[in-house]
Nanobody, 125 residues
Framework: QVQLGESGGGLVQAGGSLRLSCAAS????????MAWFRQAPGAEREFVAA????????YYADSVKGRFTISRDNAKNTVYLQMNSLKPEDTAVYYC??????????????????WGHGTQVTVSS
């Protein structure tokens, strides 16, 4: 069993920055992908960014390319999401996810085996 603990959410003005963290615990092997998804009120959960743990390859939704950066710290088994130039439409609950079964693409919800509880990000205009 894997536990994912997110932190770093909060309230920020448009144009500001936040960094989210997600620490994975409970399993000794490394994940295949780790990712961030988000869900705004009344909307479906959507892909934000993913990283392939072994290679460091990254994947982004078009809506965040150039503004968000996903990275990892192997020693801490932690993934980060640096969010810059935040917009009100980035307001959502952000979820960390981990994939250990190597099935599916990094942008797909069913790919992921474990999910965090989410952290709220609110961007005011």
């Amino acid at each position: 069993q894997v536990q994912l603990g997110e932190s770093g959410g909060g309230l920020v003005q448009a144009g500001g920055s936040l960094r989210l963290s997600c620490a994975a615990s409970g399993r000794t092997s490394s994940s295949y992908y780790m990712a961030w998804f988000r869900q705004a009120p009344g909307a479906e959960r959507e892909f934000v960014a993913a990283i392939r743990w072994s290679s460091g390859s990254t994947y982004y939704a078009d809506s965040v390319k150039g503004r968000f950066t996903i990275s990892r710290d192997n020693a801490k088994n932690t993934v980060y999401l640096q969010m810059n130039s935040l917009k009100p439409e980035d307001t959502a609950v952000y979820y960390c996810a981990a994939d250990y079964t190597v099935i599916g693409g990094p942008e797909l919800i069913p790919t992921y085996d474990y999910w965090g509880h989410g952290t709220q990000v609110t961007v005011s205009s």
